[in-house]
């Protein structure tokens, strides 16, 4: 599969607090950051969302 690549602006406290979790579950900063958006896209699948509201016939209220 071909990946892409993806930059992302922190404040100094959320690199620092990335960079002690790096050192405590010994895993690279790219790891930790594609878990963290891999979790992020499955809570908020959208295409999931939206069969799940033609199904029940619900209405998606901030999903996106």
């Known amino acids: 599969k071909m990946k892409k690549r993806v930059t992302v602006d922190l404040t100094e ?11 405590t579950l010994d895993r690279p900063l790219a790891w930790i950051g594609r878990k963290a958006i891999l979790e ?22 901030g999903q996106i």
Do not use: A, G, T
């Open 40 to 61: 992020f896209l499955r809570h908020n699948d959208i295409s999931y969302s939206l069969q799940k509201s033609k199904n029940n016939n619900e209405f998606l209220e």
């Open 13 to 23: 406290e959320e690199y620092q607090k990335l960079l002690v979790l790096k050192r």
